[in-house]
Protein backbone atom coordinates (compact mmCIF):
# COMPACT_ATOMS: atom_id res chain seq x y z
CA UNK A 1 0.00 0.00 0.00
CA UNK A 2 0.73 3.19 -0.94
CA UNK A 3 2.53 5.71 1.81
CA UNK A 4 -0.19 8.57 2.43
CA UNK A 5 2.60 10.63 3.31
CA UNK A 6 4.45 10.39 0.42
CA UNK A 7 3.72 12.55 -3.29
CA UNK A 8 2.92 9.18 -5.53
CA UNK A 9 2.05 11.59 -8.57
CA UNK A 10 1.48 14.96 -9.10
CA UNK A 11 -2.65 15.72 -8.31
CA UNK A 12 -1.99 12.91 -5.55
CA UNK A 13 -4.46 13.51 -2.63
CA UNK A 14 -5.39 11.95 0.55
CA UNK A 15 -9.21 12.30 1.69
CA UNK A 16 -9.79 11.73 5.22
CA UNK A 17 -13.40 10.33 5.03
CA UNK A 18 -16.18 12.22 4.51
CA UNK A 19 -19.11 12.43 7.51
CA UNK A 20 -22.33 13.85 7.18
CA UNK A 21 -24.05 14.74 10.06
CA UNK A 22 -28.03 15.25 9.54
CA UNK A 23 -30.12 17.28 12.04
CA UNK A 24 -31.62 14.22 12.90
CA UNK A 25 -29.01 13.04 14.09
CA UNK A 26 -28.24 10.86 11.19
CA UNK A 27 -24.77 10.44 10.80
CA UNK A 28 -23.59 8.81 7.50
CA UNK A 29 -19.69 8.19 5.76
CA UNK A 30 -20.35 9.49 2.18
CA UNK A 31 -16.85 9.06 0.61
CA UNK A 32 -17.82 6.19 -1.90
CA UNK A 33 -21.05 8.52 -3.62
CA UNK A 34 -18.52 11.69 -3.46
CA UNK A 35 -18.02 12.42 -7.77
CA UNK A 36 -16.31 15.58 -7.28
CA UNK A 37 -15.39 17.73 -4.38
CA UNK A 38 -14.77 21.60 -5.13
CA UNK A 39 -13.22 24.11 -2.38
CA UNK A 40 -13.12 28.07 -3.21
CA UNK A 41 -10.77 30.59 -1.23
CA UNK A 42 -10.99 34.56 -2.28
CA UNK A 43 -8.79 37.17 -1.03
CA UNK A 44 -11.89 39.52 -0.82
CA UNK A 45 -13.99 36.81 0.47
CA UNK A 46 -13.99 36.28 4.90
CA UNK A 47 -15.41 32.45 4.48
CA UNK A 48 -14.39 29.22 2.57
CA UNK A 49 -17.15 27.89 0.42
CA UNK A 50 -17.59 24.93 -2.03
CA UNK A 51 -19.88 21.76 -3.02
CA UNK A 52 -19.80 18.18 -3.76
CA UNK A 53 -20.85 16.30 -6.29
CA UNK A 54 -22.58 12.59 -5.12
CA UNK A 55 -24.35 9.78 -7.11
CA UNK A 56 -26.72 8.57 -4.50
CA UNK A 57 -28.13 4.82 -5.14
CA UNK A 58 -29.03 4.71 -0.98
CA UNK A 59 -31.65 6.93 -0.44
CA UNK A 60 -29.12 9.58 1.09
CA UNK A 61 -31.45 12.68 0.47
CA UNK A 62 -34.49 10.76 2.54
CA UNK A 63 -32.44 9.37 5.27
CA UNK A 64 -30.76 12.33 6.47
CA UNK A 65 -33.07 13.89 5.70
CA UNK A 66 -31.33 16.87 4.16
CA UNK A 67 -32.70 20.08 4.48
CA UNK A 68 -29.49 22.47 4.65
CA UNK A 69 -28.67 22.53 8.27
CA UNK A 70 -26.09 19.58 8.05
CA UNK A 71 -22.71 19.28 9.03
CA UNK A 72 -19.80 18.15 6.95
CA UNK A 73 -16.68 16.66 8.80
CA UNK A 74 -13.64 16.11 6.19
CA UNK A 75 -10.29 16.80 5.39
CA UNK A 76 -8.15 16.48 2.15
CA UNK A 77 -4.31 16.75 2.23
CA UNK A 78 -1.34 17.08 -0.82
CA UNK A 79 0.70 13.80 0.85
CA UNK A 80 3.74 15.35 2.99
CA UNK A 81 1.22 18.91 3.29
CA UNK A 82 -0.85 20.79 5.36
CA UNK A 83 -4.35 19.87 5.05
CA UNK A 84 -7.72 21.69 4.19
CA UNK A 85 -9.27 20.73 7.23
CA UNK A 86 -12.59 20.74 7.97
CA UNK A 87 -12.59 18.23 11.03
CA UNK A 88 -11.83 20.78 13.93
CA UNK A 89 -13.93 23.60 11.84
CA UNK A 90 -16.60 22.27 10.50
CA UNK A 91 -18.63 23.12 7.43
CA UNK A 92 -22.00 23.10 7.51
CA UNK A 93 -24.59 22.11 4.33
CA UNK A 94 -26.73 25.20 3.41
CA UNK A 95 -28.47 24.47 -0.03
CA UNK A 96 -28.91 21.33 -2.26
CA UNK A 97 -28.52 23.20 -5.70
CA UNK A 98 -29.10 20.20 -7.88
CA UNK A 99 -30.64 16.88 -7.33
CA UNK A 100 -31.17 15.40 -10.66
CA UNK A 101 -32.81 11.56 -11.72
CA UNK A 102 -30.33 9.07 -13.33
CA UNK A 103 -32.48 5.57 -13.48
CA UNK A 104 -34.61 3.64 -11.35
CA UNK A 105 -32.53 3.51 -8.31
CA UNK A 106 -29.76 6.71 -8.73
CA UNK A 107 -29.57 10.61 -8.44
CA UNK A 108 -27.11 12.89 -8.02
CA UNK A 109 -27.05 15.77 -6.60
CA UNK A 110 -24.56 18.95 -5.78
CA UNK A 111 -24.90 20.19 -2.07
CA UNK A 112 -23.33 23.48 -1.57
CA UNK A 113 -21.43 24.42 2.14
CA UNK A 114 -19.56 27.06 3.75
CA UNK A 115 -18.26 27.89 7.10
CA UNK A 116 -20.20 28.07 10.33
CA UNK A 117 -18.99 31.49 11.02
CA UNK A 118 -20.53 32.49 7.43
CA UNK A 119 -23.53 30.89 8.66
CA UNK A 120 -23.78 32.56 12.01
CA UNK A 121 -23.09 35.60 9.93
CA UNK A 122 -25.98 36.37 8.42
CA UNK A 123 -28.20 35.57 11.82
CA UNK A 124 -26.03 37.84 13.97
CA UNK A 125 -26.38 41.48 14.14
CA UNK A 126 -23.78 44.41 15.15
CA UNK A 127 -25.80 47.49 16.69
CA UNK A 128 -23.22 49.52 18.61
CA UNK A 129 -21.11 52.23 18.47
CA UNK A 130 -16.94 51.80 18.95
CA UNK A 131 -14.34 54.29 19.93
CA UNK A 132 -11.05 52.40 18.95
CA UNK A 133 -8.75 51.49 16.44
CA UNK A 134 -10.18 50.34 13.74
CA UNK A 135 -8.43 47.34 13.86
CA UNK A 136 -9.45 46.49 17.91
CA UNK A 137 -12.94 47.16 16.98
CA UNK A 138 -12.56 43.88 14.07
CA UNK A 139 -10.82 41.82 16.90
CA UNK A 140 -13.80 42.44 19.30
CA UNK A 141 -16.17 41.67 16.40
CA UNK A 142 -14.14 38.54 15.76
CA UNK A 143 -14.05 37.24 18.98
CA UNK A 144 -16.68 38.58 20.97
CA UNK A 145 -19.38 36.69 22.75
CA UNK A 146 -22.70 38.90 21.39
CA UNK A 147 -21.05 38.46 18.00
CA UNK A 148 -19.28 35.64 15.51
CA UNK A 149 -17.31 34.74 18.75
CA UNK A 150 -15.18 32.38 16.53
CA UNK A 151 -12.19 29.83 17.86
CA UNK A 152 -10.70 30.04 14.66
CA UNK A 153 -7.25 31.74 14.62
CA UNK A 154 -7.18 35.42 13.61
CA UNK A 155 -4.52 37.56 11.97
CA UNK A 156 -5.11 41.29 12.27
CA UNK A 157 -3.18 44.13 11.68
CA UNK A 158 -2.30 46.87 14.45
CA UNK A 159 -4.39 50.09 12.48
CA UNK A 160 -3.41 53.70 13.40
CA UNK A 161 -6.11 56.99 14.50
CA UNK A 162 -9.08 56.41 17.45
CA UNK A 163 -12.05 56.23 15.48
CA UNK A 164 -15.81 56.39 16.44
CA UNK A 165 -18.32 53.97 14.43
CA UNK A 166 -22.00 53.87 14.92
CA UNK A 167 -22.86 50.48 13.65
CA UNK A 168 -26.20 50.76 12.64
CA UNK A 169 -27.49 47.19 12.70
CA UNK A 170 -24.95 45.39 10.08
CA UNK A 171 -24.09 41.79 10.27
CA UNK A 172 -20.60 41.11 11.36
CA UNK A 173 -18.79 41.08 8.17
CA UNK A 174 -20.36 44.09 6.65
CA UNK A 175 -19.80 45.57 9.74
CA UNK A 176 -15.54 45.41 9.28
CA UNK A 177 -16.80 45.61 5.58
CA UNK A 178 -17.93 49.16 6.68
CA UNK A 179 -15.06 50.32 8.56
CA UNK A 180 -12.67 48.67 6.38
CA UNK A 181 -12.07 51.43 3.82
CA UNK A 182 -10.61 53.50 6.48
CA UNK A 183 -8.32 51.51 8.37
CA UNK A 184 -4.28 52.55 7.88
CA UNK A 185 -1.74 49.92 9.26
CA UNK A 186 -0.04 51.69 11.93
CA UNK A 187 3.57 50.48 11.51
CA UNK A 188 3.48 51.33 7.66
CA UNK A 189 0.86 53.84 7.22
CA UNK A 190 -0.08 52.08 4.05
CA UNK A 191 -3.89 52.03 3.61
CA UNK A 192 -5.87 49.43 1.17
CA UNK A 193 -6.65 46.46 4.10
CA UNK A 194 -7.96 43.38 3.17
CA UNK A 195 -10.49 40.96 5.32
CA UNK A 196 -10.86 37.05 4.07
CA UNK A 197 -10.30 33.62 5.29
CA UNK A 198 -8.14 30.73 4.17
CA UNK A 199 -6.90 28.03 5.76
CA UNK A 200 -4.62 29.67 8.64
CA UNK A 201 -7.97 31.53 10.12
CA UNK A 202 -9.40 35.33 9.57
CA UNK A 203 -7.31 38.03 8.37
CA UNK A 204 -7.54 42.05 8.52
CA UNK A 205 -4.22 43.50 7.08
CA UNK A 206 -3.26 45.59 4.44
CA UNK A 207 -1.51 44.33 0.66
CA UNK A 208 1.74 45.74 1.81
CA UNK A 209 1.82 43.63 4.35
CA UNK A 210 1.74 40.32 2.19
CA UNK A 211 4.47 41.76 0.06
CA UNK A 212 7.15 42.97 2.46
CA UNK A 213 7.94 45.88 4.69
CA UNK A 214 8.90 49.05 4.54
CA UNK A 215 9.77 48.22 0.63
CA UNK A 216 12.96 47.16 2.07
CA UNK A 217 11.83 43.18 3.11
CA UNK A 218 10.58 41.14 0.78
CA UNK A 219 8.16 38.14 1.84
CA UNK A 220 9.84 34.99 0.05
CA UNK A 221 7.51 33.04 -2.15
CA UNK A 222 5.98 30.55 -1.22
CA UNK A 223 6.59 28.59 -4.74
CA UNK A 224 7.79 28.51 -8.32
CA UNK A 225 5.59 27.19 -11.00
CA UNK A 226 6.69 26.51 -14.63
CA UNK A 227 4.64 26.76 -18.05
CA UNK A 228 6.56 23.51 -19.24
CA UNK A 229 5.20 20.88 -21.94
CA UNK A 230 5.79 17.32 -20.07
CA UNK A 231 8.40 15.37 -19.97
CA UNK A 232 9.14 12.35 -22.45
CA UNK A 233 7.28 9.14 -21.46
CA UNK A 234 10.50 7.20 -20.67
CA UNK A 235 11.85 9.96 -18.57
CA UNK A 236 11.33 9.52 -14.60
CA UNK A 237 10.30 12.72 -13.29
CA UNK A 238 9.94 13.35 -9.29
CA UNK A 239 6.50 14.28 -8.53
CA UNK A 240 7.36 17.37 -6.22
CA UNK A 241 8.89 19.16 -9.13
CA UNK A 242 6.35 18.09 -11.67
CA UNK A 243 3.41 18.95 -9.30
CA UNK A 244 4.22 23.01 -9.62
CA UNK A 245 3.57 22.56 -13.09
CA UNK A 246 1.36 25.22 -14.88
CA UNK A 247 -1.21 23.16 -17.12
CA UNK A 248 -2.67 26.03 -18.51
CA UNK A 249 -2.89 29.94 -18.19
CA UNK A 250 -4.90 32.57 -19.57
CA UNK A 251 -5.30 36.03 -19.49
CA UNK A 252 -8.95 37.80 -19.80
CA UNK A 253 -9.08 41.81 -19.77
CA UNK A 254 -5.71 43.00 -18.47
CA UNK A 255 -4.04 46.89 -18.60
CA UNK A 256 -7.38 48.21 -19.33
CA UNK A 257 -5.99 51.57 -18.88
CA UNK A 258 -9.09 53.15 -20.33
CA UNK A 259 -11.10 52.46 -17.08
CA UNK A 260 -8.63 52.16 -14.96
CA UNK A 261 -7.71 56.06 -15.51
CA UNK A 262 -11.59 56.42 -15.19
CA UNK A 263 -11.72 54.64 -12.16
CA UNK A 264 -8.67 56.99 -10.37
CA UNK A 265 -5.96 54.21 -10.39
CA UNK A 266 -3.28 56.50 -11.97
CA UNK A 267 -4.24 59.99 -10.96
CA UNK A 268 -7.16 61.59 -8.51
CA UNK A 269 -7.80 64.49 -6.99
CA UNK A 270 -9.76 64.97 -3.83
CA UNK A 271 -11.53 67.99 -2.37
CA UNK A 272 -11.82 67.57 1.37
CA UNK A 273 -14.85 69.48 2.36
CA UNK A 274 -14.71 71.26 6.21
CA UNK A 275 -18.77 71.51 6.36
CA UNK A 276 -18.21 73.33 9.97
CA UNK A 277 -15.65 76.06 8.44
CA UNK A 278 -17.04 75.75 5.09
CA UNK A 279 -14.04 75.34 3.37
CA UNK A 280 -11.95 72.73 0.91
CA UNK A 281 -8.84 71.26 1.11
CA UNK A 282 -7.53 70.00 -2.03
CA UNK A 283 -5.04 67.16 -2.25
CA UNK A 284 -3.70 65.23 -5.88
CA UNK A 285 -3.13 61.65 -6.59
CA UNK A 286 -0.11 60.40 -8.72
CA UNK A 287 0.16 57.08 -9.00
CA UNK A 288 4.09 56.52 -9.42
CA UNK A 289 4.93 59.45 -6.83
CA UNK A 290 2.09 59.11 -4.00
CA UNK A 291 1.95 54.95 -4.59
CA UNK A 292 4.51 53.18 -6.23
CA UNK A 293 7.06 54.64 -5.14
CA UNK A 294 6.35 54.37 -1.29
CA UNK A 295 4.68 51.14 -0.82
CA UNK A 296 5.91 47.50 -1.55
CA UNK A 297 5.29 45.73 -4.84
CA UNK A 298 5.36 41.98 -5.59
CA UNK A 299 9.00 42.39 -7.33
CA UNK A 300 10.66 44.38 -5.50
CA UNK A 301 13.33 41.96 -4.39
CA UNK A 302 14.44 42.60 -8.16
CA UNK A 303 16.87 45.54 -8.35
CA UNK A 304 15.48 47.06 -12.22
CA UNK A 305 11.76 46.25 -10.79
CA UNK A 306 9.63 48.71 -12.36
CA UNK A 307 5.72 49.71 -12.45
CA UNK A 308 4.03 48.12 -15.07
CA UNK A 309 2.44 51.92 -16.25
CA UNK A 310 4.18 53.23 -19.32
CA UNK A 311 6.26 56.58 -18.56
CA UNK A 312 6.40 57.75 -21.76
CA UNK A 313 4.98 61.10 -22.49
CA UNK A 314 1.33 61.47 -23.82
CA UNK A 315 0.20 64.35 -23.91
CA UNK A 316 1.73 68.01 -23.45
CA UNK A 317 4.87 66.67 -21.88
CA UNK A 318 2.86 64.50 -19.10
CA UNK A 319 2.64 60.74 -18.19
CA UNK A 320 -0.96 59.12 -17.50
CA UNK A 321 -0.41 59.66 -13.81
CA UNK A 322 -0.84 63.21 -14.25
CA UNK A 323 -3.78 63.85 -15.30
CA UNK A 324 -5.31 64.20 -11.41
CA UNK A 325 -8.85 65.39 -13.24
CA UNK A 326 -8.91 62.09 -14.32
CA UNK A 327 -11.12 61.01 -11.27
CA UNK A 328 -12.17 63.60 -8.48
CA UNK A 329 -13.66 62.81 -5.14
CA UNK A 330 -15.27 64.89 -3.02
CA UNK A 331 -15.35 63.86 0.99
CA UNK A 332 -16.96 65.62 4.13
CA UNK A 333 -14.94 66.28 7.66
CA UNK A 334 -14.92 68.56 10.18
CA UNK A 335 -12.83 71.04 11.92
CA UNK A 336 -11.46 70.47 15.50
CA UNK A 337 -14.78 72.76 16.73
CA UNK A 338 -17.25 70.22 15.42
CA UNK A 339 -14.90 66.65 15.98
CA UNK A 340 -14.84 64.73 18.91
CA UNK A 341 -11.72 62.36 19.30
CA UNK A 342 -11.95 59.68 16.89
CA UNK A 343 -14.73 61.29 14.39
CA UNK A 344 -12.15 62.74 12.08
CA UNK A 345 -12.37 60.39 8.66
CA UNK A 346 -8.85 60.99 7.73
CA UNK A 347 -9.42 60.96 3.87
CA UNK A 348 -6.86 62.47 2.79
CA UNK A 349 -4.98 59.32 4.17
CA UNK A 350 -6.43 56.08 2.66
CA UNK A 351 -8.90 57.42 0.00
CA UNK A 352 -7.26 58.05 -3.63
CA UNK A 353 -4.37 55.23 -2.79
CA UNK A 354 -6.89 52.40 -1.43
CA UNK A 355 -9.19 53.29 -4.69
CA UNK A 356 -6.09 52.85 -6.65
CA UNK A 357 -4.92 49.55 -5.41
CA UNK A 358 -7.80 47.82 -5.27
CA UNK A 359 -7.90 48.52 -9.33
CA UNK A 360 -4.37 48.13 -9.60
CA UNK A 361 -5.35 44.25 -8.01
CA UNK A 362 -7.37 43.72 -11.14
CA UNK A 363 -4.96 45.53 -13.54
CA UNK A 364 -2.54 42.62 -14.56
CA UNK A 365 -3.53 38.99 -13.84
CA UNK A 366 -3.25 35.72 -14.77
CA UNK A 367 -5.48 32.65 -14.64
CA UNK A 368 -3.67 29.20 -14.23
CA UNK A 369 -4.36 25.52 -14.05
CA UNK A 370 -2.29 23.51 -11.67
CA UNK A 371 -1.76 19.96 -10.12
CA UNK A 372 -3.42 20.85 -6.54
CA UNK A 373 -1.37 21.57 -3.67
CA UNK A 374 -2.79 22.10 -0.48
CA UNK A 375 0.32 24.20 0.70
CA UNK A 376 -1.01 27.00 -1.14
CA UNK A 377 -3.44 29.75 0.25
CA UNK A 378 -4.71 32.85 -0.84
CA UNK A 379 -2.29 35.78 -0.06
CA UNK A 380 0.65 33.90 -0.60
CA UNK A 381 2.95 34.85 -3.48
CA UNK A 382 4.18 32.62 -5.74
CA UNK A 383 6.81 32.58 -8.52
CA UNK A 384 5.39 31.94 -12.05
CA UNK A 385 7.47 31.87 -15.38
CA UNK A 386 6.07 31.62 -18.34
CA UNK A 387 8.36 30.64 -21.88
CA UNK A 388 8.92 33.14 -24.27
CA UNK A 389 6.71 33.02 -27.98
CA UNK A 390 9.32 34.97 -29.79
CA UNK A 391 11.94 33.71 -32.01
CA UNK A 392 15.05 33.44 -30.12
CA UNK A 393 18.88 33.96 -30.73
CA UNK A 394 20.98 31.36 -30.52
CA UNK A 395 22.50 32.78 -27.53
CA UNK A 396 19.35 32.65 -25.53
CA UNK A 397 18.16 29.05 -25.19
CA UNK A 398 14.89 27.00 -24.84
CA UNK A 399 14.62 28.35 -21.05
CA UNK A 400 14.18 32.18 -22.27
CA UNK A 401 10.75 33.56 -20.30
CA UNK A 402 8.27 36.29 -21.16
CA UNK A 403 9.74 39.13 -19.42
CA UNK A 404 6.17 40.85 -19.17
CA UNK A 405 4.56 37.63 -17.94
CA UNK A 406 7.20 35.90 -15.72
CA UNK A 407 7.40 37.38 -11.94
CA UNK A 408 6.33 36.88 -8.55
CA UNK A 409 2.43 37.25 -7.98
CA UNK A 410 -0.09 37.40 -5.32
CA UNK A 411 -2.60 34.32 -5.14
CA UNK A 412 -6.13 36.01 -5.07
CA UNK A 413 -8.37 33.51 -5.78
CA UNK A 414 -8.26 29.71 -5.84
CA UNK A 415 -10.59 27.10 -6.18
CA UNK A 416 -9.74 23.16 -5.81
CA UNK A 417 -11.18 20.47 -7.85
CA UNK A 418 -11.01 17.05 -6.15
CA UNK A 419 -12.05 13.88 -8.48
CA UNK A 420 -11.92 10.78 -6.20
CA UNK A 421 -12.70 8.43 -9.07
CA UNK A 422 -9.64 9.37 -10.47
CA UNK A 423 -7.35 10.24 -7.62
CA UNK A 424 -6.60 13.77 -8.95
CA UNK A 425 -6.75 17.01 -7.50
CA UNK A 426 -6.50 20.00 -9.93
CA UNK A 427 -6.13 24.08 -8.97
CA UNK A 428 -6.99 27.04 -10.75
CA UNK A 429 -5.76 30.34 -8.94
CA UNK A 430 -6.12 34.03 -10.29
CA UNK A 431 -2.90 35.75 -9.21
CA UNK A 432 -1.75 39.37 -9.62
CA UNK A 433 1.03 41.37 -9.77
CA UNK A 434 1.90 44.72 -9.73
CA UNK A 435 5.47 44.97 -11.11
CA UNK A 436 7.64 43.97 -13.53
CA UNK A 437 11.09 42.53 -12.65
CA UNK A 438 12.70 44.06 -14.90
CA UNK A 439 11.10 48.07 -15.42
CA UNK A 440 10.56 48.62 -19.31
CA UNK A 441 11.95 51.84 -21.04
CA UNK A 442 10.63 54.87 -21.21
CA UNK A 443 10.66 56.86 -24.76
CA UNK A 444 8.26 59.64 -25.88
CA UNK A 445 7.31 59.19 -29.69
CA UNK A 446 6.51 61.52 -32.15
CA UNK A 447 3.82 61.69 -34.12
CA UNK A 448 2.85 63.71 -37.43
CA UNK A 449 0.55 66.12 -36.14
CA UNK A 450 -3.25 65.70 -36.94
CA UNK A 451 -4.75 68.17 -39.19
CA UNK A 452 -7.50 70.27 -38.50
CA UNK A 453 -10.68 69.36 -40.03
CA UNK A 454 -13.12 71.61 -41.11
CA UNK A 455 -15.65 73.24 -39.31
CA UNK A 456 -18.92 74.01 -41.03
CA UNK A 457 -22.21 75.98 -40.38
CA UNK A 458 -25.47 74.25 -40.68
CA UNK A 459 -26.89 77.03 -42.50
CA UNK A 460 -24.93 76.67 -45.29
CA UNK A 461 -26.18 73.84 -46.54
CA UNK A 462 -27.90 72.64 -49.88
CA UNK A 463 -31.35 72.03 -50.14
CA UNK A 464 -33.35 69.95 -52.67
CA UNK A 465 -36.82 71.88 -53.53
CA UNK A 466 -39.39 68.85 -53.78
Given amino acids: ?63 MPLIGQERLVFSIRTPGRRKIDFNEYHAIVFNVGTRTHQSDRAQSLIINFTTLENYKNIRTKVSKSFKKTISEAVQEILLGEKFLK ?71 HKATYKYQPPA ?12 NTILHWEISNNTNSFLNMRGG ?36 HKKNFGPQVSLSEI ?20 SDNLHT ?34 NILVGDLLNIMIPSNRKLGSAEGKDSVDRSLTGRYLVTELHHTVIPSTQMHTMVMTVM ?25 LGNRDFIDP
Fill in 433 to 457: KDSFENASTAQTLQYKEEPQGAISS
Fill in 341 to 374: TGTSNSANQWLQESRSRELERKFFTLRIETYGNT
Fill in 315 to 334: EDGKIITEFPDARIFVHPTG
Fill in 265 to 300: MFSSTLFYHDIFNKNIQKFSFDYINDGFKIRSSTNQ
Fill in 150 to 220: TKKSIYIEPTKNLRTFVIPNLSPFDAINLMKPEAISKDEGSPHFLFYENQDGFHFRSLDSLLGKGRNLTIQ
Fill in 232 to 243: PGHIAVDPNITL
Fill in 1 to 63: MADKEILQYAGDFALDGILLIGSSGVSLEIQGLVQEINIYENIESPFLSGNLLIKDATGLAEI
